[in-house]
């Protein structure tokens, strides 16, 4: 089969030299029980400190109260820590005004109305809404050969900052890169409707944690159930991420899947009783939902939900570019004044960097 050429340089990135004849099995090696066992344990020790305190101090303590009733391993506990350590200190680098300022500039103010009462109900039962298409065919077509170039160009390295999984081209911190030259990619961070959702599930105090695009190729991009935060809340979430569909989402070509309500859960999968004896967090459960669309649509999601990528058992690429945020004091997935090429930053304006919560240049 002649590759077309957006798939050709996906290939070394997504660490494959062929695509797989069969589309349809799972080409992954599912995690060992052991691995999985002891995940599940720091899952629900993290969910108990998180949600058993209100600072750093009483988190801490509910931690080693709960380690020590459980009897758990020194390797389990030790982890859990390191993990909560990363939220005791206000990692925000700007003045709390300056978000306030660049969501009224960006018209998302307090009482903006880019949202309906039943987007916004549907986010607070369902935990996610898909907002259709906001990008017209001529941008995403220009975002296509913007991706499948800095792709190429990224190739084995591409996704190194934050993840990299076979069968899946990834790259990572795409809006603060070159890539992002002239501004093309703003919009994905900044449109109006997507940061309504953003304020709507955090509030104003928020900022970007990362930007990752992610391209399962043919024949691959099943993934665990997961939640984009490493435990369960039971109130106050802490993350809202969003998946620009780039190409269409089909049923066929690994379409998002999502649990609705999960988000209110205040469990988190890999400690929750869908993970719990033999089963295997990458088959189907009840009640999930395929989130389809046209290119240029976006869903936004309360990140607490229960979802995964899912097999594209297509001939093609199913591209898609998710934007991550997390309340303005929490640690980012990606450091973005590290991160940001220095054309970028020049280019940028004020309530942009504000986003960012990064300093002028
Ligand atoms: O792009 C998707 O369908 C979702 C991917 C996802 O959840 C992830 O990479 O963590």
Same mark, same amino acid.
């Given at each position: ?34 691995? &999985? ?6 899952? !629900? ?32 506990? #030790? ?24 969501? *009224?500039?960006? *018209? ?24 259709? &298409?906001?990008?017209? #065919? ?26 990299? +999984? ?44 990362? +930007? ?34 780039? !190409? !269409? ?29 033999? &089963? ?54 990606? *450091? ?20 960012? !919560?990064?300093?002028?240049?």
């Amino acid at each position: 089969m002649t590759l077309a050429s957006g798939l050709t340089a996906h290939l070394e990135a997504a660490a494959v030299e062929a695509l797989p004849a069969d589309r349809d099995s799972l080409h992954y090696e599912p995690p060992p029980v052991a691995f &999985r066992w002891e995940s599940r344990q720091r899952v !629900d020790l993290l969910t108990a400190a998180w949600n058993g305190g209100t600072n750093a101090r009483e988190r801490h303590a509910v931690l080693a109260r709960v380690a020590s009733e459980r009897g758990l391993p020194q390797a389990v506990i #030790e982890s859990a820590a390191s993990v909560l350590a990363r939220f005791d200190d206000s990692h925000q680098r700007l003045p709390t005004d300056e978000i306030e300022r660049a969501l *009224d500039e960006f *018209d998302v103010g307090e009482s903006n109305t880019h949202l309906s009462l039943d987007e916004k109900a549907q986010l607070d039962r369902d935990g996610y809404v898909n907002l259709g &298409r906001l990008l017209d #065919e001529p941008t995403v077509t220009r975002m296509h050969e913007r991706y499948d170039d800095a792709i190429a160009r990224e190739g084995g390295s591409a996704g190194h900052e934050v993840s990299q +999984t076979r069968g899946i081209g990834r790259m990572s911190g795409t809006v603060v890169k070159a890539i992002n030259h002239d501004g093309l990619l703003d919009v994905l961070f900044t449109h109006p409707r997507l940061l309504a959702v953003t304020r709507h599930v955090l509030g104003s105090q928020f900022r970007l944690s990362s +930007t990752n695009y992610h391209c399962p190729l043919p024949g691959y991009g099943q993934q665990a159930l997961h939640a984009d935060f490493g435990w369960g809340i039971d109130s106050r979430p802490q993350v809202v991420n969003a998946v620009w569909m780039l !190409d !269409d989402f089909t049923l066929e070509n690994g379409p998002t899947r999502v649990v609705p309500g999960s988000h209110r859960s205040g469990t988190h999968p890999n400690g929750s009783p869908f993970n719990d004896g033999e &089963r295997d967090p990458y088959l189907p459960v009840p009640g999930e939902v395929y989130i389809t669309g046209k290119a240029g649509s976006l869903m936004v999601y309360n990140a607490h939900l229960w979802h995964s990528g899912t097999q594209n058992r297509s001939t093609s690429l199913r591209r898609a570019q998710h934007v991550f945020f997390t309340r303005a004091t929490n640690p980012t997935q990606q *450091d973005m004044l590290a991160a940001i090429d220095a054309g970028v930053h020049r280019r940028l304006s004020t309530p942009h960097r504000a986003i960012l !919560d990064i300093p002028a240049p």
